[in-house]
């Protein structure tokens, strides 16, 4: 949906070439899959990215399975509220690893070993010393007396030693206890020996994270499946903030424990968001304001009706002569000469006060635009205080107040435009959007109505208008309004794009992919065509016919004619899901990271790249587990 704001306004479509979106339509995953990802916002998606990246938050199960499983699940994050500090490390446990998978039928009382067992190990209270016990646990032997033990001897003095050092551990003795499990391991080497020796190091004061990971390093070159080990591996790289390792461990155990452990599934979580937000930090600390797709520029100006260039003085400056020639070079949708010619109109100094308030608000606009949402408030503030009653600084400024999350202001925006002008179309339909944002569809059908009534040439007051019927269940009077609006704007590519929506969302795949042709044969008659309806005819066809093929054919020519079209990006990405193509997923997610405009947007796409990053490695590091993927995300779809 597009309009003067963005984010949860208009950047939700990151094109921001979509006007409306029809309603929660299952996206190219999840309509044959249970694709499960973060919701990063809180409100119904509406767009065509939410479509293709849809949230199926409802489902409360992690389903992070990788690429032998993507056609049955494919999916990259399991969404959960989590806390933000680290849990608390498992303790040690009892017996050894080979002990433990010959018993592995038998029913018995959990432990720390299981996934949701104690924190503390139960471990019998050792009995007290008798004559006969064996002296060699109190005694350090040299590598030649280890070397004349019988194999069975040195598997029972490891044993003794690790019940020794569990009850030294008991007694919170962790520098103690550590000695015992080391001459455990001395003894004979198991990954449980390492593993509880790592608790001892998770205990000390201060924790002594880096020698946990060391020893889960050893615990897992000897049993890479050790499930306890990679959970406190994973939980020291957390604790000494290496997000990725974390990340590749938390997966890792989460699907090899078959998404049994809720505090692992929710670790992925919190790693995730944690990794995704510092890395975005860190991207936009250093990134070069840019603007964003020609798509999506061009459908943000469209939300506005067209005015006039602006009629300069008698005898005009250099700067009033620079600023028309940046509004001419907008209305050709040259939108780079546009933003560098009011630089240099401002700079140079603009002779009259009308002028200086056209040359702010379209500064402002592009400031917008590149994700400066301060600079963009700086400057439709001093356009309004050389010109109060500019009624589209005031538009844009209630966009600014939407993305700052200021509702309340961006109405009294509203309010204080109509004051001045209650006969601007523009001011109305704005509003109407911050409703239709709101979900308040019925408010919102009446301000696309009066923005129609005071103009009804200004095609996206009906579109949105047939879209909020529909979204209010009216849906024969929105089908109706598409269909006269269809006929009063022939030439037109939207409603036939966006009537295409409904189509598609009405399960009607044939006629809507008829109306995505029609949409498409008119933009190409654009010197640059808006690629949506090419997107849109690609996701239409793979839920229709399946057929990935065409829709990533579809995709790749919309990527041709605008390669920044993240809608394109996003719906190939799952594709690449869909057939398995985990790593190339990955690629388009980092891709969808590039584009991204603000740190939100940033993060929430790096939250996808990461994810599925995190999978591919699992495949790597766990090709054996291909097959029981695959079973698994059968049992849970």
Known sequence: MTGACTNR?????????????????????????????FKMASSEPTTFIDRAQSFISENKRVILLGAAAALAVGGVAYYASTSSRPHAPPDVEKGTRKEKKKSKGSKKKKTVRDADGPILEEIVPPKPKVENEDP????????????????????????KLKERGNATYKERKFNEAAVFYTRAIQVAPDPIFYSNRAACYVNMEPPQYELVVSDCDEALKLDNTYIKALNRRAMAFESLHRYEEALRDFTAAT?????????????????????????????????????????????????????????????????????????????????THALTLVNEAIDQGISWAQGRAEALNLRGTFKFLVGDVAGAKEDLLASLEVVPSFTQSLVKLASVHMEQGDTSSAFKCFEEAIKFNEQDPDIYYHRGQVYFIMNEFSQAAENYTKSAELDDTFVFSHIQLAVAQYKSGNIANSMATFRRTLKAFPQRSEPQNYYGELLLDQQRYEDAVEKFDRAIELEKLKPTPNVLPLVNKGLALFQWKRDVGVAERCCGEALRIDSECEAAVATLAQLSLQQSKIPKAAEYFKRQAELARSEPELQNALTYQYATGAQAEFLKNYPQMAGQLNALAQSLS
């Open 255 to 335: 699907i090899l424990d078959k998404f049994s452990n809720q505090s692992t599934a929710q670790a992925v979580e919190r790693v995730l968001q944690a990794v995704s937000h510092k890395k975005a930090a860190e991207i936009m600390a250093t990134r070069e304001p840019r603007l964003p797709s020609f798509t999506f520029i061009a459908a943000y100006f469209s939300a506005f009706r067209p005015r006039p260039h602006p009629a300069l003085p008698e005898n005009p400056s250099t700067g009033d002569n620079t600023l028309l020639l940046a509004s001419q070079a907008l209305e050709a949708a040259d939108y």
């Open 136 to 159: 060699l646990v109190d005694t350090q032997l040299t590598s030649e007396q280890l070397a004349a033990l019988s194999s069975e001897k040195r598997a029972e003095l490891a044993r």
């Open 9 to 37: 306004y208009t950047s939700e479509d990151n094109s921001m070439a979509s006007h409306a979106r029809i309603t929660k339509t299952k996206s190219v995953a999840a309509e044959r899959t249970h694709f499960l990802f």
